[in-house]
């Protein structure tokens, strides 16, 4: 066969593979190997980072936990905070939604007044939204409370939305004026998420773009009003001082997984400890930092290496990656469309000689582009799906065995 039916062939039959993994893509069908293939471009990253500073207060049902009851009351909180305070932390971010719908107005105003003793920047309250198609949202009067993003640039069409807000801390928290923002959308109808490390940063609610939980956090750690906010979607989200964040066009951010074994994780417990019998260390964790206290009893997020965390996890983690500016991230659609053109370019040229040197050539293409995505991920954390390439890296195999021209005697 001559060449030019050799490459020929080689080009339908790529574009073919292109077609038919592109909608496998989508259905989600490479997940677990392009998780597996992330994970060990992680390992072999040689982290260079700035210290986070971030300590997650994790509350659960265990046996060891010092609270009577669950889900925590107001005066379990009312006690946290308290004992908080001495330790002046930056910021406290309260995870679950300070509802308590059968506890008594008394625990509730005990709980109100502790608030009232911290500076109401120095608090953050959450939220519950849910996406209901049967809901106008314009109607909601929780949406109120949240910030209004409006330097917002770029296509707003894959921004999660929501449309009503399910869970809201009880109105006397409400009207404080303490900062609120939602921890998570509840899908009425379920889909399936293509990549599980990627945290949303923004949504949208009606025409508005408001700031996650996450956002807000960072936004008042840094001192950053909603006017002060740029988000370019598709690029990156600006903060005060110059803290970019990258983010893709939907506004969600790629979170580092390797930082869950360095994540400061405390025991409710620890509040319970006198001052003068803590250790410096777990001090440390609690002086000027964000203090996210968080419902750890629900792990329901897989993570990775089968693990399972909590939305709280999720969320400290999306602030430990931020701070730290240990950002993973898929390489853009352009770039990654050259990288297949010259791999067929490349692969077109090896089908066209004998067997012998073809096979060597495959084995080192597929060497140097291995090195290549080690380099781009050491160099700015970016990632290329390896699922494309090795359809291709198979097809210039076969054909170069079953096509290419033999030996002479």
Known sequence: MNNRKKTIIFIALSLLALLLVKREQKEGSFLESERQYVNWLIDTKKQKKETSSITLLALDNSEDSVLQDWPPSPLDFAVMLNNLKKYNPGLIAIEPSLEFPNSPDGLIETLRTTCLNFKKDSLLFSAICQMDHSVNSTKDKGKKFFDVLKNVNGNTESIPEFTKTTSMPNQRFAAMGI?????????????????????????????????????????????????????????????????????????HVEIYPALQKELPKEKINLLTTPSNELSEKSKSSLNNRIILIGN???????????????????????????????????????????IWMIIIILGALIINTKSSKALPRIGLLIIIYLSFNMILFQSNGQWVSPIIPVAFFIIIALISLVFSEKKEA
């Open 179 to 251: 900062p609120i923002s939602f921890t998570a959308i509840d899908l009425t109808q379920k889909k399936s998420e293509i990549n599980q490390y990627k945290f949303p940063l923004i949504a949208k609610v009606g025409n508005e773009i408001i700031p996650s939980f996450v956002l807000k956090a960072l936004m008042l750690e840094t001192n950053t009003s909603p006017d002060q906010v740029l988000v370019n979607l598709g690029e990156k989200i600006t903060l005060n001082e110059n803290k970019i964040i990258p983010i893709d066009a939907g506004g």
């Open 296 to 338: 750890n009893n629900v792990k329901n997020i897989t993570f990775r290496n089968d693990d399972f965390i909590s939305n709280a996890e999720f969320m400290a983690l999306a602030i430990s990656t931020i701070q730290s500016g240990l950002f993973i991230s898929e390489l853009s659609p352009t770039k990654e469309f050259i």
